[in-house]
């Protein structure tokens, strides 16, 4: 699997989006791009993955480039309870390869009042 | 469904003492995985299973960790003898079939929190 690139912390103000990056630039064709978070004390949760499109759900949006080359999590409208580190991951879909999800470090987002 | 159910929460044990870490995962999940955190290391992918058995156990630490997966509703994870520098967080996730499904994901339990002494 591509290895991931993200910034080690950032901070967002609550009720603004906050826009986390993650650089992806050896990912192949088969790889998927997936985010995950770990509020302290607690277990990663899915937050949303994709290929190539853009993608939408209840908690966040994903932007990938049309490189595929990075990607962008964007949580719209920032809570306290979004403070977590945010970990990006690439993993390939083939099957009968690793079906692992391999963490890096992530980024510790800090959302304050 | 109540999601991956991790036992205990917390464990304290003296060194040398048998450790054992116990996961029920997401019922109809064929894929199951141990992972281990710590400050130093972050998350380390230790073992994972497919269908009861392991398919990949290149992170298990050295020989004192032993993963079984007896059937599809349990797994443990042992140590033994236990050393303080096993002191971790010991997460176990599941994950349903078609891992080449692009709905494909993980789900995690809250882990069990490890204290050698």
């Known amino acids: 699997d591509a290895k991931t690139t993200q910034p080690p912390s950032m901070d967002c103000a609550e009720g603004r989006a906050a826009n986390l990056p993650c650089n992806h630039s050896t990912i192949s064709g088969n790889e998927y791009v997936y985010w995950y978070r770990q509020i302290h004390s607690q277990g990663p949760q899915y937050i949303i993955h994709g290929l190539k499109n853009n993608e939408t759900n209840e908690m966040a949006s994903l932007i990938i480039t049309e490189d595929r080359k990075s990607s962008t999590l964007i949580l719209p409208h920032a809570t306290l309870r979004d403070t977590a580190v945010y970990y990006c991951i690439v993993r390939s879909i083939v099957t009968g390869t690793a079906s692992k999800l391999t963490f890096g470090t992530g980024t510790r987002l800090q959302v304050t009042l | 469904d109540a999601g991956v159910i991790q036992s205990p929460r917390h464990e304290v044990t003296e060194m040398g003492q048998e450790v054992t870490l116990r996961c029920k995962p997401i019922?109809?999940?064929?894929?199951l995985f141990w992972y281990r955190q710590t400050m130093m290391r972050g998350l380390e992918l230790l073992i994972y299973?497919?269908?009861?058995?392991?398919?990949?156990d290149s992170g298990m630490p050295e020989d004192r960790f032993s993963a079984k997966m007896p059937n599809a509703s349990f797994s443990t994870l042992k140590i033994q003898p236990s050393e303080p520098r096993d002191s971790a967080v010991y997460f176990c996730?599941?994950?349903?079939?078609?891992?080449?499904?692009?709905?494909?994901?993980?789900?995690f339990g809250q882990g069990t929190r490890l204290t050698v002494v």
């Open positions: 019922s109809g999940h064929d894929y």
């Open positions: 996730a599941s994950s349903p079939t078609g891992t080449g499904s692009p709905t494909w994901k993980a789900f």
């Open positions: 299973f497919n269908n009861n058995v392991p398919i990949d």
